[in-house]
């Protein structure tokens, strides 16, 4: 596999072919925000926060999709770009329940908000009544937090191979859920945690970090994964 040049940001870069120009401004250290992207999982381009500017190139591509090419010239932070992206991530966060910066964790969601920041204020908190499960082993999931990237149930299925979560219903109605809304252990799920280890919003979440005394009763029944995992995440497994 040869070598190609790039310029992004002005910095000079050489990658190897088949390299995106997402992983290109990686390598150099320059930061683009992703939230359905993930090191584990083929390039997707939903949530459209990585779009760049390329020369000689029309619109906006996602970074995490578009492979580089020889004498590319990228552009990832201009006026445009981060205006388009406030205007993505005020749609995002529409409907998210987290208004105070004391609601939140250090997620990675909250990341991407404080660099790419809000040029509008979000509306008033209006509850959509969306469902928040915690009658399952090791994991609670809140409906209400989900921003719908996908990576949980695309880790489920193209890597774990499980496919015990996904997407159900259309439009305002998505949702990412088990099928029928069965419990995660009716659905099957094998608790390796892959699915809490990439959600950006915290819309998962491990019920020891919490001191869940459910969850923590569990503990006796919690065996490590055999082999290795193939998301590349050492997370024990309830049996």
């Known amino acids: 596999m040869g070598t190609i040049n790039l310029t992004v940001d002005g910095v000079q870069i050489e990658v190897d072919q088949g390299t995106t120009v997402l992983e290109a401004a990686d390598k150099a250290g320059i930061y683009i925000p992703t939230l359905c992207h993930h090191p584990d999982l083929p390039p997707f381009g939903a949530c459209r926060m990585c779009i760049v500017e390329i020369e ?14 020889e ?40 990341k991407v908000l404080d660099w790419v920041g809000l ?5 008033p908190y209006v509850s959509t009544g969306k469902p928040v499960r915690k009658d399952d082993p090791l994991i609670e999931r809140d409906a ?24 159900i219903n259309r439009g305002k109605e998505t949702l990412i859920t088990t099928p029928d809304l069965a ?13 809490v280890e990439v959600c950006p919003s915290d819309a998962l979440i491990d019920k020891r970090l919490k001191g869940d005394e459910t969850a923590e009763e569990l503990e006796d029944a919690i065996v490590p994964c055999t082999g290795a995992c193939p998301a590349g995440i050492d997370v024990p497994r309830y049996i």
């Open 71 to 110: 004498g590319m010239a990228v552009s990832t932070n201009t006026s445009q770009l981060q205006e388009l992206r406030q205007d993505i991530l005020w749609l995002m966060l529409s409907e998210y329940p987290k208004r105070d910066d004391s609601e939140w964790t250090d997620c990675e969601l909250k």
């Open 56 to 69: 000689k190139m029309r619109g906006f591509p996602t970074s995490c999709t578009t492979p580089a090419t």
């Open 144 to 167: 209400n937090l989900c921003i719908l990237c996908g990576r949980c149930a695309r880790i489920c299925q193209e890597v774990r191979g499980v496919g015990a979560i996904g997407f």
């Open 183 to 195: 419990s995660l252990k009716e659905a099957e799920c094998k608790f390796c945690g892959a699915c």
């Open 119 to 123: 040029k509008d204020e979000l509306p």
